[in-house]
């Protein structure tokens, strides 16, 4: 069975057909999904779901996109959250140089509190590194051997791959976009051993070919793989029970 490890469950096209979703994703052979949160709103809306669904599972954190107007008294609210059930993970967090650069400091600030939540907690966080590869390993090299993290949506140059996975519990994820005609990082793939990947979808964003256009859902981490598979030359079988291994050392709380 098939882990979709990110899937942001709280916008409303996918809130509004979640049951079609969830059927969607057993059909298609997915049992567990892990929905990462982004501010406190959408941790409340995030344990409502992982309390009804038996198969979501919740990452609680503040996105480094949304942390602008967040103050820093929420991490109590945060932290308290984190002993709720199917609490999994400490995310998102990380590092978004993409839409606005005015608050990089208040975003490296907010990365290590949530680090220092994992260690204390010892939950994995999930991290987000969108033009910000090199500051965001710079930050997780404090943590190597103290934190499981996951990469996600990994795009950065084959140097920081290396730097990334040479740690032992890091490990990286890639989106549907790596079926694109024109991905350009499909070496990232290559370079990656598939001991250290994870699967994810980023839903209801990147879905991959041949649903491009359309909002992803956790059905279609299935395209992802067989991509996965064809470059790395394994058995979709063997690739999925490899993954699944790979989600039970970073994120124990979903077995
Ligand atoms: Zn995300």
Known sequence: MIIDTHAHFYFP????????????????????????????????????????YEMLYAALGFHPGDIKEINESEFHKLETLL?????????????????????????????????????????????????????????????????????????????????????????????????????AGLGLVEKTPVEKMLSETDSPFLAPMPHRGKKNQPAYVV???????KVKNIEETKLIAQLRKNAEIVFPGIF
């Open 13 to 52: 096209e996918i809130l509004d057909n979640i049951d079609e979703i969830i059927d969607n994703a057993a059909n298609a052979g997915v049992d567990k999904i892990i929905i990462p949160a982004v501010d406190l709103r959408t941790c409340d809306v995030i344990l409502e779901l992982t309390s009804k």
């Open 223 to 229: 395209d992802t793989i067989k991509k996965i598979s």
């Open 83 to 183: 002993k709720e059930n199917k609490v999994v993970g400490i995310g998102e967090t990380g590092l978004d140089y993409y839409w606005d650069k005015t608050y990089i400091e208040k975003q490296k600030e907010f990365f290590r509190i949530h680090l220092e939540l994992a260690v204390k907690h010892g939950l994995p966080v999930i991290i987000h590194t969108r033009d910000s590869v090199a500051d965001s390993i710079e930050i997780t090299d404090g943590y190597r051997g103290k934190v499981r993290a996951q990469f996600h949506c990994f795009s950065g140059t084959e140097d920081e791959l290396e730097k990334i996975i040479s740690c032992e519990a890091f490990f990286v994820s890639f989106c549907g976009n790596i079926t694109y005609k024109k991905f």
